[in-house]
């Protein structure tokens, strides 16, 4: 009897520990939006031996490009120095929709449009590359920040 007792128990815990037949598991966790740094993400260029010479945070804007960034950091590259790159953190979605939004508005005006820099956007970061690089390296600019990880 004791013997039957012990199987059902063994039954009723295997059976609550599985999910019902048909049952999806839960949803994994979502990550933070904000999750990286201006200071991580330079990191991560300096990682993949890419030149970050001078980064300088730089809260000031112009161009009546909108404000919503959190954090923002010019650095020069070798090669277009003083020209460079500028990586802006944002904290919410909204605010980076606001800066790509400004983006394509710089682009679509002929009063308004400069040299087409190269733009990349992963998570909470945005970073801007100088159009003067070759296309291969602003990729390694931006294949250094996708490989960040949470």
Known sequence: MLRYLLI?????????CSGLPGQAPPPPTPLPFNLHTAQQVLDAFRAAGLSVINPAREMQIGRDAPSSFRDRYVFAIEGVAPNGGQVLIFDTPEALAQWTAYIERLRASSATRRDVSYVYTFRNVMIQINANLPPRTAQAYRDALEAMTP
């Not at 059902?8 to 609550?16: P, T």
């Open 8 to 16: 059902a128990l063994l039954a009723l815990i295997a059976v609550g």
